[in-house]
């Protein structure tokens, strides 16, 4: 069963390091997404792409943060300059077409702990 | 405001038993839903979705009701078992682009 795959699993880095999360969409989804989970919170939505462009981002998708498709498979976020409180489990997630009866998958996440 | 809301953060029911687990939304122009399931240290999986238009979808052992008239989605789980221990999540399709999601409930089966 195709699924999503995210590498690493864990990404411990200093405060002020940049860091960048790896996923792998399921290949014939067009929208790709990434989403947070803070320790004991709801998932929350960072940044939606399709067409290699940024659809729509959240308040929390700032200038730190930002996305690519570097090649036909990978889909990676990238954030500058860490804070604490970027410390979160992150989600990629695809989907194959965008709205109402769009099933996104998500993939097992990245925990980054920001020390 | 926007907002997709849990009743009871936590639920606990004997095996065998059926669970409902309940999500209040405020944006009547939302029109898609759909309940995930998260178990400890992995992504939301999902569980059964329903667009505006309907008002009740069956899967494999779980039922989604939508009550558009008082905002309301609830998730059945019929004959729970051990393995349906997780948190749940509803969440709801703005637009194109996003999910919005609930906080979430901790559903507990109790042997």
């Known amino acids: 069963e195709p699924e999503v795959t995210q590498t690493p699993s864990h990404q411990v880095t200093q405060m002020g390091q940049e860091v960048i999360l790896r996923c792998v969409p399921i290949?014939?989804?067009?929208?790709f997404y990434w989403y947070r989970q803070i320790l004991g919170q709801k998932v929350e939505f960072l940044v939606s792409?399709?067409?290699?462009?940024?659809?729509?981002k959240s308040e929390i998708f700032d200038d730190q943060f930002s996305v690519e498709r570097p090649d036909g498979s990978n889909f990676t976020l990238k954030i500058r300059s860490t804070k604490l409180e970027d410390s979160a489990m992150y989600f990629c997630?695809?989907?194959?077409?965008?709205?109402?009866?769009?099933?996104?998958?998500f993939g097992q996440g990245t925990r980054l702990t920001v020390v | 405001g926007e907002s997709v809301g849990l009743h009871l953060p936590t639920l606990s029911v004997q095996e065998g038993d059926n669970s409902i687990i309940n999500c209040a939304y405020s944006?009547?122009?939302?029109?898609?839903f759909i309940w995930y399931k998260q178990e400890s240290g992995k992504g939301p999986q999902f569980i059964i979705d329903?667009?505006?238009?309907?008002d009740k979808r069956q899967g494999q052992r779980v039922t989604v009701l939508l009550n558009k008239t008082v905002k309301h989605l609830s998730l059945q789980i019929a004959a729970t078992q051990p393995g349906d221990s997780a948190v749940y999540f509803c969440?709801?399709?703005?637009?194109?682009?996003?999910?919005?999601f609930g906080t979430g409930t901790r559903l507990k089966v109790l042997a």
């Open positions: 944006n009547s122009a939302s029109d898609y």
């Open positions: 969440a709801e399709a703005f637009g194109t682009y996003k999910y919005i």
């Open positions: 792409f399709y067409n290699n462009e940024i659809s729509e």
């Open positions: 997630a695809s989907s194959e077409g965008q709205g109402a009866s769009t099933e996104a998958f």
């Open positions: 290949s014939n989804h067009l929208y």
């Open positions: 329903i667009r505006s238009n309907m």
